[in-house]
């Protein structure tokens, strides 16, 4: 079975932020909630260094273990997904989440979130296979298609690799070898590694 | 034989000096050790002023440093905006994870189940306590209308919260297996929603209490001896008390500082009030300690509200009467708030008199 794994290569990301783009376009994902976001650390500066970032689909996920109505579950795929019709929107998750990968629709008076959303891996949620109703909450379910995550299909230099984790490590270990340099496989001690 | 035992005496004392040296030198060697194997080591900060480790830190390893400023947490920048969109790791939440899931929810619950025990374990040994004179139907006037009004809006919120906050802690591990998933989704939906909306309503009930009730709960030496009495719970004593008695002053000052400012005050942080009128930053790390401070100062409020529960009802004859008619029987406040009982004895009377009276004059 596959374990599915992001990585980004911030030897290679440009800070196009095409994967945001690509995310928010493939998912119709309303305003402010962004699943996927791109880091620069020194920007502008010599030698800057960017990181895409989203869920990274945990192991063992803190946002599972903390929230209150326990509506996250894990696929078979190892991908990280939750069931919005449980969420009460009480923002344990974004307390919890390494990677600030949990994002809210509203902001309002008394606290008030709305149903949480983050990124599925392309994978949507609970509700029947690209049915309208998991398109409306979830966005497309490009798994259930047999395609893999649009963010990382999408990018230009090819810094964001998703897939299976053992694929996905392979093809890093092979540009590690050829240009050099230590491997930085960000994140992954952090959602992988437990 | 007197000179024998001085010479005895001489002879003992040269051992003893001897000894005493010994003991001496032993000491101050001892002292000697301790202070090189102390103060010797930290020879070395005279060689790290002179930047013996700056050169790690140098701008040419920008990828190590960059790594490093990472793992660190720095935040970077994101043209996506968001709350700490630039921030790369948010190291705080697993330890928030950890306190919450572990430390918070277990020895909660253990604190809720062993303080309703003690409470029902008091009951079975102690009993209800009850008014030893016979009534003679003479009551004093107790609480004000309005103090009863705000006593009683503060109370139904209190349960209200209650109820609806310990669902959210212990709902996952207590009600998912008795309403399944969906149920409780829809029990936690409500839970949070009432929680959120009541929530600054009863800050304000409890604010009111404050300012209301201060002037009665300023303790004084009659608390001292009255606790020191065992407040009549343990024995049969009745030790002297005021209007209130020093365990009600005690649970006045819990409601202040455990309620009022930890559990209200990290509310109003919780809901994003504070964030908003710019008193706190409003970020993870601000919301993760805003809701440990909210969950351990709750269950520590709503335990000491379990006692105060009790004694106010259960636990007292004559006590309840009190906080709903606003008068209690002259019998219950000469045993059990004696010095008050003096000052309000003049007013006592019955209250259909008082009615009538309340009448005739408005007439």
Known sequence: ?194 | MKQKTKSKTTMDKAPVKKARNRWKSMLWSFVFIVMSATILPTASYLFSADDAYAQVNNDNNQRANFWRAVREGKPGYSSVSGPEAGVFINNGGQNWRQLRNGVIANYGGWAIVLGLGAIVLFFLLRGRIKVEEESSGLTVPRWKTWERVMHWYTAILFVLLTISGLSLLFGRAVLIPLLGAKGFGMWANLSITVHNYVGPFFALGVFAMLLVWVKNNIPNGTDMKWFAKGGGLIGNAHPSAGKLNGGEKLWYWIVIFVGLIAVCGSGLVLIGWAAQYGVVDGGRATMQFAHQIHAIAAIIWIVGFFGHAYIGTLGTEGALEGMTSGRVSAEWAKQHHDLWYEEVKDQAGRQETEISGATATST
Request: aromatic share 8%.
């Open chain 1, 1 to 194: 079975m596959a374990r599915m794994k992001f990585l980004c290569d911030a030897e290679r990301c440009i800070e196009c932020n095409g994967c945001v783009t690509a995310c928010k376009n493939e998912h119709e994902v309303p305003w402010g909630v962004n699943r996927r976001r791109v880091i620069t650390l020194g920007d502008g500066e010599a030698g800057e260094k960017s990181i895409s970032v989203a869920c990274m689909h945990c192991t063992d996920a803190p946002c599972s273990a903390v929230c209150p109505v326990d509506c996250f579950y894990t696929t078979d795929d190892g991908v990280v997904l939750h069931d919005k019709d449980l969420c009460i929107g009480c923002g344990y998750c974004f307390y919890a989440c390494p990677f600030g990968a949990p994002q809210y629709p509203q902001e309002e008076a008394f606290g008030v979130r709305g149903k949480m959303d983050k990124c599925t891996f392309c994978a949507g949620g609970p509700a029947d296979d690209n049915s309208a109703a998991e398109k409306e909450k979830y966005g497309r379910n490009r798994m259930a298609e047999g395609k893999l995550p649009l963010c990382a299909e999408m990018c230009s230099t090819k810094a964001l690799i998703a897939g299976d984790g053992d694929m996905v490590a392979d093809i890093y270990r092979e540009r590690i070898l050829k240009r050099g340099g230590r491997p930085q496989t960000w994140g992954w001690e952090t959602a992988y590694s437990s």
